[in-house]
C-alpha cells in the first residue's frame, strides 16, 4: 500500500521509542498505566479541536475536526476542502444524523455507516471515541505498548494500528497531541491542537 503520512511517522518515531528507553521499571509503568487509564476513563467530557486526515491508496481528504463527547452523545463537526464543505455529524434518538452546510441530511444507525454515505470511506468512529483519549476500547481484544511514563505508545485493536506522538497535560490528565490509525487499506492522521476536558 503506497503511504500517503509517511512523513508522520518520522514525527511519531521518537515518542514511540519511548517504550524501550529507560524510565520507570516494568511494575511501575503497569501501575503508571493503570492510574493513567482511571484518570483518562473518568472524564465526564471533553471536546478537542484539531485536523484530520485520511488517505486511501486511492487518495484522500484533509480537514479540521471538533469532536465534543458526553458520556455516550457526541457532537462531530468536519471543516473539509475540495468542495466537499463543512458537515455535523451527532446521535440522536437510536441513530446518527448528519447534516451539511448545503442543508443537505443523512441518517443512519451508526455513525460508521453515516460517514461511509458522506465520504465513502469506512472510519471505525465507534473505536475512535476511546483511541483519540489514548485507551482501548474496552470489551475488545488488544495488544497494548507503553512509553517511559506509562502511557499508550502504541495500540494495535480490532484490525487498525494505533500509534501515538507526544502528550499535553490538561487538568492533571495526559492527553494525545498526535495520533496515527492505520489498517491496510486506510491511514487517519489526527493532529490535536487543543483539548478541553470536564473532570
Known sequence: MRRLVFPFFLLLAGCAG????PGLTP?????????????????????LFGRISVSTEEGGWNGKLRWRQAEKRFLMAFELPMGIGAARLRNEGGGVVMQTTNGKVFTAPDAESLLYQFIGMHLPVAGLRYWVTGLPQPGAPSRLEYDAAGRLAR??????????GNY????????????LIENSLLNVR?????WRVQV
Not at 27 to 44: I, N
Open 168 to 179: 499535553v497535560r490538561v487538568q492533571d490528565v495526559d492527553l494525545p497531541r498526535k495520533v
Open 190 to 194: 489526527l493532529l490535536i491542537d487543543h
Open 18 to 21: 519511548q517504550a524501550t528507553l
Open 27 to 47: 511494575p511501575e509503568r503497569a501501575q503508571a498505566w493503570q492510574t493513567h487509564q482511571a484518570a483518562v476513563a473518568g472524564l465526564d467530557e471533553w471536546a
Open 155 to 164: 495500540l494495535r485493536q480490532a484490525g487498525w494500528d494505533i500509534r501515538y
